[in-house]
DNA sequence: GCCATATTTAACTCAGTAGTTGATAAACCA
DNA sequence: TGGTTTATCAACTACTGAGTTAAATATGGC
């Protein structure tokens, strides 16, 4: 239930974004993951909750802390639609559309 | 504002994708992109701002008209920062493990 | 049970945005 | 010229979203 709408939101935040960048890398907890931000730790698990929401991550528990894991299914999902709509107007189809477009003009 | 909080901000709402997808069609004025959807044109023409903003269109003049294009750059940036924050070890090992074991199969 | 650590929830502020209606601007047509 | 079409601007409402501080919850060590 990869919603495009809650994906694309969730990358629109340059902090989440980073997070993500650091998920990249391997699990972390909220704590590890804050650590880089000047905003608090409650933010942070704002911004957890959203990226959760949107299917971006999932979260286990170990002890005190719930480590966050990436989960890339929502990213394919976002890739995909935005290649869906590149290559319809990638550098061969413009140039198409001019050559038809200058036909029509100078048979 | 990075380009990628506007692109992906852009991208969030579902009648500016709508939008976008009836461009990568061709050319479209205000008026031919209102047309299927229950809002105002004026509603119409505050997306198109934030699509301009985002550089993901274009806009030309053609007597009263403002036929807009899309631009493909913006999606090029997405699509390549969310190529890069795919998980490589996971899911994309496993799709061509089953590839490879695919083609011993049937070669 | 009690305390420290890690994280979430609650309540609030402030800014931004999607939508509305009404007025305005620009280009064509008769 | 005056009227029509096309699109934008202005002002306003309602909602959402990112941030804060303060309080609550969960877990492990003693």
Known sequence: MSDLDATFA????PVRRAIITR???GEA???E???PFPITL?????HLKVLERAGLITRGRDAQRRPCRLRPEPLDDSADWIAAHRTRTDER???????????K???
């Open 33 to 35: 993951l804050a650590e």
């Open 105 to 107: 003009e100078r048979p």
């Open 23 to 25: 998920l990249a890398a």
């Open 93 to 103: 189809y413009d140039r198409l559309e001019q050559l038809l477009h200058d036909m």
């Open 10 to 13: 969730a990358l629109a935040d």
């Open 29 to 31: 907890t909220p704590g």
């Open 42 to 46: 409650q933010a942070i698990s704002k």
